[in-house]
């Protein structure tokens, strides 16, 4: 079946830094989300992308469309400790079609 | 608007035990979905209901069963659960099917 790559699996930054993540499929997708996991909770809807080029921005959380559609960018900007959990990545190839979860990235912020 | 609830939270289970899994949604969405979620995997789609008196099976529905009780409630049930379904369990909705998914917080299964 369809996979997504996340990179990096996992990432330890200090508490005011800025964060990138990227996800990857091997397909074309015509739509991303991007979600977060805190611990022991369920994934929550950050950014939804439906278009190449595509720039979205959620308070300081900034996703982007690739414009190959074969990828998708999420960054954190100043991160604060409540960023701390798993950021997943989905992605569909058409709509109506199931969406494909990748693995995560999962986000430490030291004080 | 609670979203979508879960029960039970947790759950432990002896091989060869069944239990039903609880989900229901007061968003007023069509559709709802059963995935599990395991360790350095993606969540991958158990089930899913397009709307209600509707049920089709996903990537990986061996093992299980779905009732869509009405459109609120959708259930996951175990007949004789096996080591290899121990994983946390998510349900989702949205609107229309394959739209942009909401989810609950998880049922953590343990089966010994």
């Known amino acids: 079946g369809q996979q997504l790559n996340q990179s990096p699996q996992s990432m330890f930054i200090q508490e005011g830094e800025d964060v990138s993540m990227n996800c990857t499929s091997s397909s074309i997708f015509n739509t991303w989300l991007w979600y977060k996991q805190d611990p022991g909770e369920g994934p929550v809807l950050l950014i939804a992308?439906?278009?190449?080029?595509e720039l979205t921005s959620n308070g300081r959380l900034t996703a982007q469309f690739g414009i190959t559609r074969k990828d998708s960018f999420l960054n954190i900007s100043a991160s604060i400790p409540s960023d701390v959990g798993i950021y997943f990545c989905a992605g569909q190839i058409d709509y109506g079609q199931n969406f494909v979860f990748g693995p995560g990235t999962r986000l430490s912020v030291l004080p | 608007n609670a979203g979508v609830t879960q029960t039970p939270k947790f759950q432990v289970l002896k091989t060869g035990q069944s239990m039903t899994l609880q989900c229901a949604q007061d968003m007023n969405h069509n559709s709802m979905y059963w995935y599990r979620q395991d360790p350095g995997m993606g969540l991958r789609l158990i089930y899913y209901s397009a709307s209600e008196g509707t049920t089709d099976k996903g990537e990986v529905p061996n093992g299980y069963n779905v009732s869509r009780l009405n459109k609120r409630e959708f259930s996951l049930r175990l007949e004789s659960a096996a080591p290899s379904q121990t994983s946390v369990y998510f349900c989702?909705?949205?609107?229309?099917?394959?739209?942009?998914?909401?989810f609950g917080p998880g049922t953590r299964l343990t089966v010994l």
């Open positions: 989702a909705s949205s609107e229309r099917l394959m739209d942009t998914q909401y």
């Open positions: 992308l439906y278009k190449a080029g």
